[in-house]
Nanobody
Framework: QLVASGVGLVQRGASLPLSCADS????????RGWFRQAPGKDREGVSL????????RYADSVKGRFTISSDNRKNTVYLQMNTLKMEDAAVYYC???????????????????WGQGTQVTVSP
């Protein structure tokens, strides 16, 4: 079970950290990712981290502003969001790829275990 935390209302330009803890029994995970979904829009990939080699990938819209990291001992993935923009407002989801299907992609359908989502609101 993935449990995300970091619900926040922040002003444009501010920072907000998100975290997601995997409480499942010794999860065997290839990649952990963050996704988001704004009202009326499809769920989109934000960032992923490979747990085998630490490689990361970011959506172009967040490059240079967001940083993903993980603590494999705690089965936790983090997303540090800086310089938030109005268009970053969305429900953010963490997800795990437990079978290696996603490889280095941010295709939501290839992630098989999802957190409950956490709302991020950005005010002017």
């Amino acid at each position: 079970q993935l449990v995300a935390s970091g619900v926040g209302l922040v002003q444009r330009g501010a920072s907000l950290p998100l975290s997601c803890a995997d409480s499942g029994p010794s999860p065997d995970v290839w990649n952990r990712g963050w996704f988001r979904q704004a009202p009326g829009k499809d769920r989109e990939g934000v960032s992923l981290i490979s747990l085998s080699d630490g490689n990361t990938r970011y959506a172009d819209s967040v490059k240079g502003r967001f940083t993903i990291s993980s603590d494999n001992r705690k089965n936790t993935v983090y997303l540090q969001m800086n310089t938030l923009k109005m268009e970053d407002a969305a429900v953010y989801y963490c997800a795990a790829d437990r079978f290696g299907n996603a490889r280095t992609t941010l295709v939501p359908e290839l992630y098989d275990n999802w957190g409950q989502g956490t709302q991020v609101t950005v005010s002017p």
